[in-house]
């Protein structure tokens, strides 16, 4: 399978199985690194010097599973309910597209999510339910395929222009669904209201998403050059994920009320009906540049409980829908006219230490967490096999994703024994989790208390957390008034390392935890090269 | 008369203060109340940078008394401010659900009373008789069994195995489908807000009726409402059931009941003319009350049901620290549950004159 990003040039990136472990400085900490009467894992002391921006990721990550500044918990699976009716196929980035459902009886879809949009302006979100309605309509100038490979959408070509810019060569013959042609301007438009404040009316939420990109202009009629603040070896790969194209006239004319409430994009759907809180109802838009979308008329709505989510698919009610939980996979599958459709998504459960806070400011306390849980225990029991147990912050067939290194294997006399050696044997700790925000969150967080606990030097509860407070806590810039010991999830729809590493494990990252110099290091020189 | 106009103005006015009052609270609840609703509308990895542009182009850096004056001058023009986290108006919104928590609370309030006034008349009146046990365990059944399980149970027979009712949803409604029989309609939607503020659609004269179209469209709606309110009527009407025995029996070992027999008055003149009226006085009251709670308060039932009501818009914009969407429903679940309450003490003073002393 491809990893789907690269150093920002646009192409695929092959698999990460680097030619041998030595050379490349992959060397894993299974390949002599643990000698006889040794405990936990070190890092080789004969690794090679990385040379591309690929190994300096992988040693990112190979440097994060020693240091263990996370317990490393799963990759969530996306885990749908189709009806036998429709031929569709589950995508890794958690985007459901109308265009890639083909309806075998009738020519009318309709999925149910589990909850409907926060207003359909196609720039003023971050929630993938709303991603999920407005991306029927509205298209990037690249975007990906099911397997997260960037394709081009509204750009024909891109290529880098200069140290600090990048040209996109713009599509021929395409229009809005108001009738109006997709200009250079729109494209310039489109980006600037994302990453100016200035521009469009809106503080968009997304312009981080786009971190690094400063501006936009038209270059001749085909073209739309961008402005970023320096050299930005992911920009690519953020287009290929963010930034839908709006038709500028459009937007001006009409005031924020208007725009939440009505879609006008390029997409292969135009918006027929939209009941807020209800569903949206779109048709098939008859002037897209690409071939006609196999149905004709489109539905989504919301059922905030999985039962009824499930009984709607049982009885046809309903073609696709989201998040089946455990307990009701088996009733879906024995259904005549049902079945899962389940993905490995971008999301990445993981179980956060403060990197100064005591016990974990040691590394042998946090490694022995890491072996105190049985994560293949909890992925059979509490998520029934659809998850992948990690090992490291990056996901298999990310660009950075360092295949030798594996996860750390259930051993609790190995925990045992890094807690002496930490000398904080005794330690009593709490693990904040947030409830019902990700799949068995509250159950994977009992399961992991429930494993330390079991250590006979360490003991551990769970506290249950409302999620908006919990991240609150997290992300008013200081690291102190945060718990030290917490479950959160992170999705990175950029399949690039970067983007998980950045923002969580790097001293100045929004949401870090952890601050090391080598990783610092390391990331800093893989975001100037392009590879 | 003169004294039950100042009765009901009375009561009205009380009911303004409380309104009043309900504002109020709610909005001062939002500055002790945990969570800030920028967490919800900015992205985890938001730069402090991002989340303050976003703080101040929603005005949520704004002193209290700035706010509250803005909100209470627009609530007299009919503007409940933007929603904070899809910046569309709030009242709109709010009133879009208005018809479907209605016809919900409505429908199991009906339910309730068609079921159990007989059932509770036919229990007091065959005490200790099988229909008696037979009501009180029907009761007891409906009061201890836990209507998320009821609703589930029923979708999962009567929906989904059998297939006679749909398994959630709201198809039409009341309006819609009464509004096949109307020669008058309103073109659009009777009230709309623009900028805020509402405008009345317009009404035309149209022929002919269109009945078949009532016919299905009544069907829909009737089949779509039918579980849901089966499910949020179970425990009201075992309540009620229990509450008509128990006021039947009290009333029928009054001494008035004695001398009305003793006079040779028809046993079922006695029953349905005195005692029951006499017995209905405290339902109506109980009747009342619980209607008014339904109005907000029926979160599970939309849930199983996924129907499109107030209880489920309130739950959403909490979890999301939406604060003019919580004002809003707040305001108008206030509102109703202050007129139906009003409207339960204007019928109660009919009945029994005496409250107004």
């Known amino acids: 399978m491809l990893a789907g990003c690269a150093g920002g040039d646009g192409t695929p990136t092959p698999t990460s199985t680097p030619g041998d472990g030595d050379d490349d400085g992959t060397a894993t900490p299974s390949d002599g690194t643990e000698t006889p009467g040794d405990i936990g894992r070190e890092l080789p002391s004969d690794l090679a010097e990385p040379g591309t921006r690929d190994e300096y990721l992988q040693r990112a990550n190979l440097v994060l599973n020693v240091e263990a500044p996370w317990i490393f918990l799963n990759r969530q699976y996306s885990v749908y309910g189709k009806s036998t009716r429709v031929n569709w196929t589950a995508r890794a980035d958690e985007t459901i597209k109308g265009y890639a459902i083909e309806p075998t009886d009738g020519n009318a879809v309709t999925i149910t999510q589990s909850q409907m949009d926060s207003g359909l302006d196609p720039h003023d979100h971050r929630e993938t339910p709303?991603?999920?309605?407005?991306?029927?309509?509205?298209?990037?100038?690249?975007?990906?395929?099911?397997?997260?490979?960037?394709?081009?959408?509204?750009?024909?070509?891109?290529?880098?222009?200069g140290d600090a810019e990048v040209t996109f060569e713009l599509r021929s013959g395409v229009s809005f669904h108001s009738g109006d042609s997709f200009t250079a301007e729109d494209a310039a438009y489109s980006i600037n209201r994302i990453v100016q404040s200035d521009v469009g009316g809106l503080e968009s939420p997304q312009s981080d998403q786009l971190a690094g990109v400063t501006g936009a202009e038209a270059g001749s009629d085909s073209t739309v050059v961008v402005s970023t603040d320096g050299f930005n070896p992911t920009v690519f790969a953020l287009f290929a994920s963010y930034c839908d194209i709006v038709n500028q006239s459009w937007m001006e004319s009409n005031d924020a009320a208007y725009i939440n409430s009505h879609m006008n994009g390029t997409g292969p759907f135009q918006l027929e009906t939209y009941e807020q809180d209800v569903q949206v109802v779109y048709s098939s838009y008859g002037d897209y540049w690409r071939d006609a979308a196999p149905a004709d008329e489109l539905t989504i709505q919301a059922a905030g409980e999985a039962s009824t989510r499930v009984n709607q698919l049982l009885s046809d009610e309903t073609d696709i829908i989201v998040n089946v939980p455990p307990q009701s996979i088996s009733q879906v599958q024995g259904a005549d006219n049902?079945?899962?459709?389940?993905?490995?998504?971008?999301?990445?459960?993981?179980?956060?230490?403060?990197?100064?806070?005591?016990?974990?400011?040691?590394?042998?306390?946090?490694?022995?967490?890491?072996?105190?849980?049985?994560?293949?225990?909890?992925?059979?029991?509490?998520?029934?096999?659809?998850?992948?147990?990690?090992?490291?912050?990056?996901?298999?067939?990310?660009?950075?994703?360092?295949?030798?290194?594996?996860?750390?294997?259930?051993?609790?006399?190995?925990?045992e024994a890094l807690v002496e050696a930490s000398g904080y044997s005794g330690a009593e700790i709490t693990l904040h989790t947030p409830v019902g925000r990700y799949l068995q969150d509250v159950e994977i967080a009992q399961a992991v208390a429930g494993y330390i606990d079991e250590l006979p030097n360490v003991s551990a509860e769970v506290q249950q957390r409302d999620f908006g407070n919990l991240a609150g806590e997290l992300l008013d810039g200081d690291i102190t008034t945060g718990p030290d010991f917490y479950l959160i999830g992170w999705g990175n729809t950029t399949f690039d390392a970067s983007q998980t590493i950045i923002p969580l494990l790097t001293t100045d990252g929004a949401l870090t935890s952890y601050s090391n110099e080598q990783v610092d290091e390391l990331i800093n020189t893989a975001q100037s090269r392009i590879e | 008369m003169a004294s039950y106009s100042r009765f009901l103005t009375k009561r009205v006015l009380q009911g303004l203060l409380v309104v009043w009052g309900v504002i109020t609270v709610v909005f001062l609840l939002r500055y002790i109340t945990p969570g800030n609703p920028i967490d919800f509308i900015a992205p985890l990895d938001a730069s402090q940078a991002t989340r303050q542009r976003i703080i101040e182009a929603r005005g949520l850096d704004d002193p209290l008394y700035v706010q509250y004056v803005d909100y209470i001058v627009g609530l007299f023009r009919g503007d409940m401010g933007f929603s904070y986290r899809s910046r569309t108006p709030v009242a709109p919104r709010v009133f879009a659900k208005l018809p479907a928590t209605l016809e919900l609370a409505v429908a199991a309030t009906v339910v309730a009373v068609i079921i159990s006034i007989p059932l509770g008349v036919v229990s007091a009146t065959r005490r200790n008789q099988p229909a008696d046990y037979g009501a009180t365990l029907f009761s007891l059944l409906g009061i201890s069994t836990p209507n998320f399980w009821l609703g589930v149970m029923l979708v999962i027979l009567l929906a989904v195995q059998f297939q006679f009712f749909p398994t959630s949803g709201r198809t039409g409604g009341f309006l819609e489908t009464i509004g096949n029989l109307l020669v008058l309609k309103v073109n659009g939607p009777l009230v709309s807000f623009t900028g805020g503020s509402p405008s009345f659609g317009q009404f035309v004269f149209e022929l002919p009726m269109e009945f078949s179209a009532f016919l299905a469209d009544g069907r829909d709606w009737f089949l779509s409402l039918f579980l849901p309110a089966i499910t949020l009527g179970t425990y009201f009407t075992a309540l009620i059931t229990r509450l008509t025995r128990s006021g039947m029996l009290e009333q029928l070992g009054q001494s008035y009941v004695r001398a009305a027999r003793a006079k040779g008055l028809p046993e079922t003149l006695v029953r349905y003319r005195h005692v029951l009226r006499n017995t209905l006085i405290p339902v109506v009251t109980v009747v009342g009350l619980q209607l008014g709670t339904l109005i907000g308060g029926a979160v599970i039932t939309e849930a199983v049901f996924d129907w499109p009501g107030l209880g489920t818009l309130v739950i959403d914009s909490i979890n999301n620290r939406d604060w003019p969407l919580i004002q809003g429903c707040l305001v108008v679940i206030g509102a109703g549950f202050v007129i139906v309450n009003i409207v339960v003490d204007a019928v109660y003073a009919k009945l029994n004159p005496q409250v107004m002393d």
Request: glycine share 6%; aromatic share 10%; no cysteine.
């Open chain 1, 338 to 415: 049902a079945e899962i459709a389940a993905t490995a998504s971008t999301r990445v459960i993981y179980n956060a230490m403060v990197y100064n806070a005591e016990p974990f400011d040691s590394v042998e306390f946090r490694q022995a967490m890491n072996y105190a849980v049985d994560m293949e225990s909890i992925v059979e029991n509490i998520l029934s096999g659809f998850a992948d147990v990690t090992s490291q912050p990056t996901l298999e067939n990310f660009t950075g994703y360092n295949s030798d290194v594996d996860p750390y294997p259930y051993d609790p006399d190995q925990a």
């Open chain 1, 130 to 161: 709303t991603q999920n309605i407005v991306t029927q309509t509205y298209e990037g100038l690249l975007g990906r395929d099911a397997d997260g490979r960037i394709v081009n959408e509204l750009a024909t070509g891109y290529e880098r222009s």
